[in-house]
């Protein structure tokens, strides 16, 4: 489901899309994970037992129109969101925030380290394309690093781990990919939204990502600027023990094979998640 965009942005950009893209997947009866192009999105909430519910992302630029049309197919006509909460401000996860507010005016929370690169006063370092072989990866200087600014929306997350609108969810601090990167976990049936703490695509390769190939991965590494926080964050997720995860890139993951994945990716992080070389990683 290629979307035809006129945007700057686009001229600049190279087609990317999935197999995924424009599917959703209930991946529980109240999670449900909305690929755009290349980037996951995550509806919080049951649409049989309540009309509340949380967007969690906001995908790709220039995206609002068919995330509008996917929340209302969802929760029915007119439906929104109580609110937005940001794993991290990268492009493709912040990507149609702006333009959803138009309409939908709702708070977004992040973390407070987050915060400068959502309210304009702070850019992203460029992707590294020397981190990786992939094609993406050779791309990612392409890509917008751009700060935004949603300062009339955006609230730092509460400080005790609670998240504003989605009971027995904790946010937990996850971050090397980007300084204020966050996870969301219910600890009753262990569920994981990772964001890009870790994937289960290599996303650095177009292949890969076209495909939606699983294979479990560390952070996208073109834009991961701290290694060794984003080592500490996998392993802090790991001990969580997650039945499910629903991760910023890829598919969903669950049960043993999340389990035996996510241990693998702790045991071997130098080899598979950590780059070899690249300006970011010394
Ligand atoms: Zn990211
Ligand atoms: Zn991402």
New binding site residues.
């Given amino acids: 489901m290629q979307h035809n965009q006129d945007s700057k942005f686009e001229e600049t950009f190279l087609p990317m899309t999935s197999i995924g893209s424009g599917v959703g997947i209930a991946v529980l009866p109240d999670i449900y994970c909305y690929t755009d192009q290349i ?1 996951n999105l995550v509806l919080v909430g049951n649409p049989n037992e309540s009309e509340d519910f949380v967007l969690i992302d906001t995908g790709m630029p220039k995206s609002a129109d068919e995330i509008k049309e996917m929340v209302e197919e969802r929760f029915g006509e007119g439906a929104k969101p109580k609110a937005i909460v940001l794993t991290h401000g ?1 492009f ?2 912040v990507g149609s925030v702006a333009e959803l507010l138009e309409e939908w005016k709702i708070p977004v929370y992040a973390h407070e380290l987050e915060i400068p690169y959502l309210t304009g006063q702070q850019d992203y370092p460029p992707g590294d394309p020397n981190v990786a072989s992939g094609l993406v990866a050779k791309m990612s200087p392409m890509f917008p690093n751009h700060g935004i600014d949603i300062s009339a929306n955006v609230h730092v997350l509460p400080a005790d781990g609670t998240i504003p609108n989605m009971p027995n969810w904790m946010w937990i601090h996850t971050p090397g990919h980007t300084p204020g990167h966050i996870s969301l976990f219910r600890e009753q049936d262990r569920t994981l939204i990772a964001g ?1 703490a870790f994937v289960t695509v290599k996303q650095e390769s177009l292949y890969k990502v076209m495909t939606q190939t699983q294979e479990i991965s560390g952070p ?1 590494k073109y834009y991961t600027t701290d290694w060794d926080a984003a080592f500490e964050s996998v392993k802090k997720l790991e001990t969580l023990k997650p039945q499910v995860a629903v991760t ?2 890829g598919l969903p993951m669950s049960g043993g094979e999340l389990a035996e994945n996510l241990t693998y990716l702790v045991e071997h992080f130098d080899e598979i998640g950590r780059p070899d070389s690249g300006k970011y990683v010394n």
Avoid: L, R
Wanted: aromatic letters at 0%.
């Fill in positions: 980037v990268h493709d996860h890009d996208p910023g890139h």
